[in-house]
């Protein structure tokens, strides 16, 4: 088998799922998306299914500040916080196999974007579900999230990234009918296609 080829066998796993051979020139695999589109279920969920890391960039940026997100946002600001956020972003992009899950902002800032398309090694994938949707999913959770107090402004912030999420993706995934599991299975199955 050549390292171009995108063969799924059947591991030992708990899913029903195959797992696909991951093409060898691939280190990454970075989750991008708003807000509530899944990013850390689907990444932990898709690194097990892999035997690869995951790394959520907001705890990775919390470990090396030593604060929460509201608290950066809070204490230093929007830009302030998205150039530590760049700096954290490289630092995660030096690991290989890792999948890795973006905060919702990250592309917004050029710097990251660069650092995402450049990067050799880096498959994006783009976790999509509709405003409605994700605002759902984030009020029935318990996390603290400054952006969705004002939900028209949070809808507007929704409308500036998701373009900047599409031109990223690699590959596109609707998550707003579908479970983690089966948010994975389909990624797992349509990924590596073309790879």
């Not at 030593?66 to 150039?83: H, K, N, Y």
């Not at 954290?88 to 290989?96: D, E, I, K, N, V």
């Amino acid at each position: 088998m050549t390292s171009t080829e995108s063969t799924i066998h059947t591991e030992n796993k708990t899913s029903s799922a195959e797992s696909p051979v991951i093409p060898a020139h691939l280190k990454r695999l970075v989750l991008t998306g708003f807000m509530g589109a899944g990013k850390s279920t689907i990444g932990r969920l898709l690194a097990d299914r892999l035997n690869w890391n995951f790394l959520d960039l907001d705890a990775h940026l919390e470990a090396r500040t030593g604060a929460t997100i509201p608290q950066l946002f809070a204490e230093q600001g929007e830009a302030r916080f998205r150039r530590l956020e760049s700096t954290a972003l490289a630092s995660a992009l030096g690991l290989s196999n890792t999948v890795l899950a973006l905060g919702g902002g990250t592309p917004e800032d050029l710097t990251n974007r660069l650092l995402l398309e450049q990067t050799p090694g880096t498959f994006t994938i783009f976790l999509d579900a509709p405003f409605p949707t994700l605002f759902d999913r984030c009020m029935l959770q318990n996390i603290a999230r400054p952006v969705l107090e004002d939900p028209a402004a949070a809808q507007l912030r929704f409308e500036r990234r998701h373009p900047l999420y599409r031109r990223l993706a690699n590959l596109t995934v609707a998550t707003s009918n579908q479970t983690p599991g089966q948010t994975v299975d389909t990624l797992l199955t349509n990924a590596f296609r073309s790879q």
